[in-house]
């Protein structure tokens, strides 16, 4: 992997720590990224699509099939070494999982796929309607309690954004914040948001933070140290 572009590389992990899925069915085979989104996210399929295309090589043909009433698309890369390879750094005992190493290898591309995938915005609004600050959230249900904690700090040092974690209602740690906590680490990865995506982005920067309301404290199931901006 050493000798791939960065660039390529950001872009695949990007992907992976969002919704992608990397496949490694048999031992002595390589391994493949699979994609699956709703027909609604169609621009934005085919743009990873497009990505994944020019990395790998293959026609990018899109499949779509019938789900409970739902249209979903899905895709699948050729298999490769070099996505063999992420499977190792990613998968313990079939789980995904997020090291230090991996989140040094994103840039700012590569955190705007993961956004695109797992981020969301929410107005918050008085009683009368009007918006009084919007919140935004990564979704990283998926990751232990110490892996979001590091993600949490790693947002702190790249982009001096400061996520909040609360528990979700099954007990998952996700990330949170204000718009005005996270406005550098938006604006960073706003040039390489589509403009299917650019819902995610549709805020009036605030003069003043938002104040975040959590239904519990976030407390973490495993020791680690943090750190906090001050």
Request: charged share 25%; aromatic share 10%.
């Amino acid at each position: 992997m050493k000798n791939t572009d960065p660039k390529v590389i950001s872009k695949l992990v990007g992907m992976v720590l969002g919704d992608g899925h990397i496949q490694h069915t048999y031992a002595p085979g390589n391994a493949r990224i699979m994609l699956s989104h709703s027909i609604k996210q169609k621009e934005y399929m085919e743009h990873k699509v497009e990505l994944l295309s020019s990395i790998f090589g293959g026609p990018g043909n899109i499949r779509s099939y019938e789900w409970h009433g739902y249209t979903t698309l899905s895709y699948s890369t050729p298999v490769t070494s070099l996505l063999t390879e992420l499977h190792k750094l990613f998968y313990v005992d079939k789980k995904k999982h997020v090291t230090q190493d991996l989140l040094d290898l994103l840039d700012d591309e590569g955190a705007a796929l993961w956004f695109m995938d797992d981020g969301s915005m929410s107005a918050q609004k008085d009683k009368t309607g009007k918006v009084i600050g919007y919140s935004i959230r990564l979704c990283s249900d998926c990751f232990t309690d110490q892996e979001v904690m590091m993600i949490r700090d790693w947002f702190i040092e790249k982009y001096n954004s400061n996520f909040t974690i609360q528990r979700t209602e099954n007990g998952c740690p996700r990330l949170v914040a204000g718009l005005g906590r996270v406005l550098p680490f938006l604006n960073r990865i706003k040039p390489y948001i589509i403009p299917s995506m650019l819902y995610k982005f549709d805020y009036i920067e605030p003069t003043l933070n938002m104040p975040l309301y959590t239904k519990k404290p976030f407390v973490p199931r495993e020791p680690f140290i943090s750190k906090e901006i001050h």
